[in-house]
Structure formats: C-alpha cells, structure tokens
C-alpha cells in the first residue's frame, strides 16, 4: 500500500529526513515536505555574513526548485494545528493527510520572555535581522560589548561565542580592540556544558588568552537601550548587546497534545517517536523537541536520519535503523580564516575527543556549506565525516 510521510519544516532536520526516506524508500510512498516558508537559508554561515561581506542569498535555498524533479514535494502552506485522532495536518490553506508525520518545525524565538532583546538587542539567529547586526558591529569600535544568553531557556551558546570571537579579530585588525571590553554572558555553569571537561577548560582558557570576560551563572532577566538587568539584581552597562532569545516551541503545537509546558515535543530517543503520539506515528526531530540536551544542527541531521530509518523500517520491514547515540560537534569561526573544532562523546559516555585550532576547521566549514547547497540538502553522512 502507498503511505504518505509528511515532514513538516524547511531547515536542516526536515531536508535530511526527506532525502533519507527517499533513498529508502519505492517511489510509490509519498514524501511530502510542509513548510511555513518557501526559502531557508544556512544559518550556520551568519557569522561570515557579517564579518566578510558574505550575500545572504548565496546561502539561501528557494525550497520548491531545490526538490523539483526529485520524488520529494514541497509545499508552502503554514501548519495551524495536528489533528491526531485523524492523523491530519491542518494548514493555513489545506488539510493534509498522513501515515506517518515528522516535525522538523524548529524552535520560536520567545523575545517576549526576556524583555527588550528584541527591541535593544542584536540577533546572530535571524535571517530578517542580520544585515541591521553587521552593520551595527562594522561600525563598532568603543564601549561595552557583550554577547551570549539570557535565561529562560536557551540551548545555544556557540552563534554568539562565534560572534565575539571575529569581533575581537577585527578590532585587533583595525587597532581598536583596547578600545572595547568584550563580555561572555551565559546562564549556565559551563562554557558549552556538553563537551565536557576537557573542552570547558579548553574554552576558558581560550577566552582568558583573549582577554574576554567570562560572566558564568548569570541569569539576564531585562534589558533597556544602554542596561542589562539580572536576577540577582545586580546591572551591568553595554553599548552594543548580541543575544540568543528563549527557545520555546511554535505556536502550531499548542493544542496537539504532544508538548511540554514549553511548547516541545518529548520522544523516546532510541528512535525520536513522540512519546505523546496516540497512533505511535508522529516523530520529532531538531529544536522542537524537548528533551535535554543542545540544539545544533548536527544533532538535527542525527535525529532525522534515525527518525527516517525507523519510519522505512516499519514500511519494508527491513533494512537497518540505528540507535540515536548524541555527540557534541561545534566547529565555530575565530576570524581571519580560523576556526574552532570541538568534538566530544561527553553527552553519550563516550571518551571520544578533539580539539582543533587552525585553518582547516574553518574551510571544513565553508565546503560542508557548499556541498549542501550543491547537492540540494542531500548529503548522506557527510555530516559524521567532516572533521571527525
């Protein structure tokens, strides 16, 4: 029998789960991709957006033409609600039917839990937003900097330590960097706390080497145009304040009774079905889902690809389906063609290790990019193999 599979989302975890599924999958099974918006663009890259004049667009995927012809279908239309006793999706201008359903929707951008970051703070996160961030750190040379996390749940500290780290290249560049005090804020007791112990006091010692001040345990609360304001009641002056807002899940979950108080998915992780759905079909995968841990987009091709393999499995009763098994991947931008590769087993009880400064991180970086956009999303395990 024909079963049709719909993916909802247009980033990372929904293209890798559709090409997975086609790859395994007979032609007759419908792999239908649903997305809010017709274009995504590699977020990944942003830093170099801003600090070497990168165009947006050359990064950016228009979502129809990318899957023409490829036994995959894309579709525009935001999702409203799930209806699971139907196994429905309701959209904005359709209902879609389905036997088998993949949320790869990602995560919301919550300003409204920590007031002022949309109004007074800069964003590393958002594609609508990051041409009015370079401009503002371009011309920045004097002052108070800070950049990093506030409270309220935000599982992604590595946009804004990249950020940090190229400024701090550019000042020196341009002579300035006395000029201006670089802060780390983060409410959390580590730098990066799944790496580990080795990569924690790898990273303070880094930051120490460059002189940025790192502010641990610290719970930013509020922010007005030239003020921070945190829980402790302690303030902290800034010129210029780039954050990563609170992650909540999307407003389309809220009656689908599969989400946490924060608006997340729960899955079992052995195979990332959504331990709420009630026909045992509804899989999650990527920033929606809640379950402990970072939200990286390595870890978002992980769980798509375990997702899918289970889904085909049930379908042909037969083929091989792994075990999601996490690790720690973050390869971030130090400015001047550096880069930073951290990899670690520390959230897997592994022993598995690698710290790696230098130029080959960084072009690492910018060919995993272009072989994405090169062969439309469809990378196979491209993303095990890169630096590790």
Request: hydrophobic residues 35%; charged residues 25%; glycine residues 8%.
């Amino acid at each position: 029998m024909t079963k049709t599979i719909l993916i909802i989302g247009g980033s990372f975890g929904s293209i890798k789960a559709a090409w997975t599924l086609r790859h395994l999958l007979d032609e007759k099974h419908r792999i239908i991709i649903i997305s809010d918006k017709p274009r995504t663009t590699f977020r990944a890259s942003f830093p170099r957006v801003i600090f070497e004049n990168l165009d947006p667009e050359k990064i950016t995927m228009d979502l129809s033409e990318n899957f023409k012809n490829t036994g995959i279908e894309f579709i525009c239309d935001p999702m409203a609600s799930i209806d699971q006793d139907n196994n429905q999706v309701i959209c904005e201008n359709n209902n879609y039917q389905f036997d088998y359903l993949i949320l790869a929707t990602g995560a919301r951008h919550a300003y409204e839990f920590l007031p002022g970051s949309r109004e007074f703070g800069l964003s590393v996160c958002d594609i609508s937003r990051i041409l009015e961030t370079r401009e503002a750190l371009l011309n920045f040379d004097r002052g108070n900097f800070f950049a990093g996390v506030g409270a309220g749940f935000t599982p992604c500290d590595g946009p804004p330590m990249e950020i940090i780290m190229d400024l701090h290249h550019l000042l020196s560049e341009k002579g300035k960097r006395d000029n201006v005090k670089l802060n780390y804020i983060t409410d959390k007791g580590q730098l990066l706390p799944p790496g580990g112990p080795e990569v924690w006091k790898y990273l303070d010692e880094h930051f120490n080497r460059k002189n940025i001040n790192v502010h641990l345990n610290v719970h930013l609360t509020k922010l007005d145009k030239d003020t921070l304001y945190f829980k402790d009641g302690k303030t902290m002056p800034y010129d210029i304040c780039l954050l990563v807002p609170p992650f909540r899940g999307i407003h389309a979950l809220q009656n689908s009774d599969l989400i946490d108080e924060r608006g997340f998915v729960h899955v079992h992780m052995k195979n990332m079905l959504a331990k709420d759905s009630k026909n045992k079909n509804i899989y999650a995968v990527g920033d929606c889902i809640g379950n402990p841990g970072p939200k990286q987009g390595h870890l978002a091709f992980m769980q798509a690809t375990v997702a899918s393999e289970h889904i085909a499995w049930r379908i042909n009763q037969t083929g091989i389906v792994r075990m999601y098994l996490p690790e720690f991947k973050c390869v971030m931008d130090q400015g001047g063609g550096i880069g930073l590769h951290l990899y670690s087993q520390h959230m897997s009880e592994g022993d598995g290790l690698k710290i790696e400064l230098g130029e080959e991180p960084y072009k690492s970086k910018i060919r995993f990019e272009e072989i994405f956009i090169e062969k439309k999303g469809d990378i196979g395990e491209l993303h095990h193999q890169m630096l590790k």
